[in-house]
């Protein structure tokens, strides 16, 4: 496993991350959490994700569980604070009430008395942006975090972020948390530049676009039966990429893979962590294998003619955005 700096920070993460995937609710679910989080240091992950709105905090019950047993120096532990906790008006958002609170509630479900790096989960239109800053350097200068970051800011909110903490001499923003995958490369146009300008890593979520850049949808033909996108019972932003030109791409792309030895999931990976903006890639698992697999894409170095070659799969699908 190689390691990155957390943008301008000293922090240094795992190139790919492990993000808490599950709904958490049985034990079968513990037991899954507690084998990938054990394949992940046995893989040199360092950097765990998590979320208070993971299942109203039962992601971070199991994250924390899971993690108990391991010297707390030893990994690299972010957690968000934005979606709705509550049914009050002051149950979401990213007031300093809102913040303070769910840092501590956050804290508790955990088990451990600092969170390394603390998402503001989206912007909060409703709250001035110093507010929410000075919350986050107090709570920094108080040590229950070491680090702010924000997810899916847009590149002027990252800015001006960047802008008023400087201004206000406030500690700045060390990361921002965007979607970025083969098929979602928004962050290309202007947030990677506002970014590294601003000096925030990106740690990204869904490389593998849901699990479509696994390989295992095949055009044609219905989802296997467990798989994600034959699960009906959960938020399915998976089926906007069940489209026949976006699963005869990803056969393509899988076939490139092949030819280089790799898998797709690790050629996906090695993909976006081309990038020099990105620090660390988060994965999902259900598996210890998955994640030993994933972990392996670490290091992996295309060529500019694979890249080239990548494009030209890609052209077919070049204006597709999927839902969200």
Not at 18 to 35: H, I
Not at 37 to 54: H, K, P, R, S, V
């Amino acid at each position: 496993m190689k390691y990155r700096n957390l943008g301008r920070t000293g922090l240094k993460v795992s190139e790919i991350g492990l993000g808490s995937w599950l709904t958490y609710g049985t034990a079968a679910e513990q037991k899954a959490a507690d084998e990938c989080i054990e394949a992940a240091f046995e893989n040199g992950i360092n950097f765990f994700d998590t979320a208070n709105a993971y299942n109203r905090g039962e992601g971070e019950k199991a994250m924390g569980a899971a993690l108990s047993k391991y010297e707390r120096s030893s990994y690299v532990l972010s957690t968000k604070v934005f979606f709705p906790m509550g049914e009050g008006p002051n149950d979401y958002g990213l007031s300093r009430k809102h913040i303070m609170e769910q840092c501590e509630a956050s804290l508790k479900r955990l088990g451990t008395d600092y969170i390394d790096v603390y998402f503001c989960h989206r912007y909060d239109s409703s709250t001035p942006v110093e507010e929410t800053l000075r919350a986050l350097d107090d709570l920094t200068a108080q040590g229950k975090i070491l680090y702010a970051g924000v997810s899916e800011w847009s590149a002027a909110q990252i800015t001006d972020a960047v802008q008023i903490a400087d201004r206000r001499n406030l500690r700045p923003l060390a990361s921002n948390q965007p979607i970025y995958n083969l098929f979602e490369r928004y962050i290309e146009e202007e947030v990677l530049q506002a970014s590294e300008k601003g000096g925030l890593g990106q740690v990204v979520f869904s490389p593998l676009a849901q699990g479509i850049l696994t390989g295992k949808y095949k055009p044609g033909q219905k989802p296997a039966e467990g798989t994600r996108g034959a699960d009906n019972s959960v938020n399915q932003v998976i089926n906007s990429y069940m489209r026949d030109d976006v699963l005869t791409v990803t056969q393509e792309l899988n076939g490139l893979a092949d030819s280089l030895g790799l898998k797709l999931s690790q050629l996906s990976l090695a993909w976006v962590l081309r990038q020099k903006g990105v620090s660390s890639a988060i994965i999902g698992a259900s598996r210890p294998q998955q994640v030993s697999e994933n972990a392996a894409a670490s290091g992996i170095e295309l060529s500019e003619e694979t890249l080239t070659e990548i494009e030209r799969i890609m052209e077919p699908v070049k204006d597709f955005a999927p839902a969200r």
